[in-house]
């Protein structure tokens, strides 16, 4: 009885630890990143002019302020999540888009979806970090009502 209890009790600390050093492999994705358009893909869509992202983490906050240049000229969003899976509600042109934001491990998983022009765009992004944390890789799955796309953008730190 007692070597079982301790064996118990071993597992149980092992499990918690485990759990805390998951936990603390979050990595901190606070930085200014610019597109790399050489290791980016849009598939069939043309890609932006040029894109930069500024990135404020202080977990579970995570703020992000993406401004892009394309044919129709400069846009600028702004996006808040925490990274405990509830629900963000931001305000973007032509309405609002709810989201989540999760850790899988050392990747963050972001679902959203939103109203565009009648149609209901939904897409969920895994963000990694490369090792030395210079290199943010986002691939997205973009579903639409008339089909879905990937999309991967490579990001590097300035």
């Not at 202080?58 to 400069?74: F, V, Y």
């Not at 899976?85 to 050392?106: F, M, P, R, Y």
């Amino acid at each position: 009885m007692k070597k079982s209890l301790v064996l118990l009790a071993v597992s149980a600390t092992t499990f918690i630890l485990l759990g805390a050093r998951a936990q603390a492999a979050a990595p901190n994705l606070s930085g200014e990143w610019k597109l790399n358009f050489a290791k980016s893909n849009y598939g069939k869509f043309p890609a932006p002019l040029s894109m930069t992202r500024k990135i404020a983490h202080n977990d579970p906050k995570l703020i992000l302020s993406t401004t892009q240049k394309g044919a129709q000229g400069e846009v600028t969003s702004n996006l808040a999540y925490t990274t405990d899976g509830k629900e963000s509600v931001n305000k973007l042109a032509g309405g609002e888009a709810k989201g989540t934001a999760q850790w899988i491990g050392d990747k963050l998983m972001i679902e959203s979806s939103r109203e565009f022009q009648g149609a209901t765009l939904k897409q969920k992004d895994i963000w990694a970090l490369s090792a030395d944390g210079k290199t943010l890789t986002i691939d997205s799955h973009v579903s639409l009502p008339n089909g879905e796309f990937d999309v991967k953008q490579v990001f590097d730190k300035q």
